[in-house]
């Protein structure tokens, strides 16, 4: 199972915690685990694009919510924040797959693929109830310098998605991860997820 290619551009920002994003650079996140956010209600998390640029937030992150051998990253994170009015983009994701579920059996399956600890994925399944989560496998790639962009009125909110006001070149971008070790891993996961 291989991701789509890296566009030459990409205007879709997907805002995700900037200690996951953390995680993801450092190869020990490959999967989002997904609702949607806050003005999204009702809605669940669509998965809009393929491709996108990771927008790193920094509001509602707890630290309480990863296991404690990551809660470091919040700190690493920090170092590497914008200065305020703007947003650092490092990393962009692809796709590969993704599964919708309720079972929580499930996610506690994929604990080697992602960073955060039973509360929150108890927390995940308990708002909106009637709403699935979202398990997508992203394959992450490193921008070949940081982009910084000022941050408009229209990119704030708890939303999940924002078109970006103008694309970000990404011709340079770099897999995180080698072929080799992402592709053992996404066997790994075929085991535990019926991926599509």
């Not at 566009?7 to 999967?31: D, N, S």
């Not at 955060?116 to 709403?131: G, T, V």
Request: charged content about 20%; hydrophobic content about 45%.
């Amino acid at each position: 199972m291989s991701a789509p290619a890296v566009p030459a551009a990409c205007a879709v920002a997907l805002k995700e915690w900037a200690t996951v994003l953390t995680a993801m650079e450092r190869g020990e996140q490959l999967v989002l685990i997904r609702k949607g956010g806050l003005i999204e209600p009702g809605t669940g998390f669509e998965l809009v694009s393929p491709s996108f640029v990771f927008y790193p937030t920094f509001e509602h992150q707890a630290v309480n919510y990863l296991r404690p051998q990551y809660r470091h990253y919040f700190e690493d994170a920090a170092t590497r924040r914008a200065p305020d009015g703007a947003v650092r983009l490092d990393l962009v994701g692809v796709a590969v797959s993704s599964v919708q579920s309720h079972d929580p059996a499930v996610i506690e399956r994929l604990s080697a693929f992602h960073v955060y600890n039973d509360a929150f994925l108890s927390q995940r399944l308990k708002w909106q109830p009637d709403e699935p989560l979202m398990v997508v496998l992203v394959r992450a790639y490193r921008l070949r310098a940081p982009v910084q962009l000022p941050v408009p009125p229209h990119y704030a909110g708890c939303k999940s998605w924002v078109d970006l006001d103008a694309p970000v070149p990404l011709t340079d971008a770099r897999p995180v991860l080698d072929d080799a070790v992402f592709e053992r891993h996404v066997r790994e996961l075929g085991t535990l997820l019926p991926l599509r």
